[in-house]
Nanobody
Framework: QVQLAESGGGLVQAGGSLRLSCTAS????????MYWYRQAPGKQRELVAG???????NYVDSVKGRFTLSRDNAKNTVYLQMNSLKPEDTAVYYCKLSVLGSRDYWGQGTQVTVSS
């Protein structure tokens, strides 16, 4: 069983930065793709960024150039560095672990609030 623990959310002013972390238990992290999703009130959950087991990352257009996703396999952790935050980035952020041939695992979510 894999458990994901997210941290790093909080309240920040527009233009500020936050770094989200997601740490996975177990031994499959290094072969897993990792994703960050977010869900704002009244909206569907959307994919923000993903990173392959090999370290290749991609982003939704709205965060390109502002967010950076990285991983540290030695720590079973992915980091989402969020810079130049905007009020529209306000949401609950969830990390997800995916590995071929197995189910997906989700974290409990961490709130990010960006004030204008």
């Amino acid at each position: 069983q894999v458990q994901l623990a997210e941290s790093g959310g909080g309240l920040v002013q527009a233009g500020g930065s936050l770094r989200l972390s997601c740490t996975a238990s177990g031994s499959i992290f290094r072969i897993s793709a990792m994703y960050w999703y977010r869900q704002a009130p009244g909206k569907q959950r959307e994919l923000v960024a993903g990173i392959t087991s090999g370290g290749s990352s991609n982003y939704v257009d709205s965060v390109k150039g502002r967010f950076t996703l990285s991983r540290d396999n030695a720590k079973n952790t992915v980091y989402l560095q969020m810079n130049s935050l905007k009020p529209e980035d306000t949401a609950v952020y969830y990390c997800k672990l995916s590995v071929l041939g197995s189910r997906d695992y989700w974290g409990q979510g961490t709130q990010v609030t960006v004030s204008s």
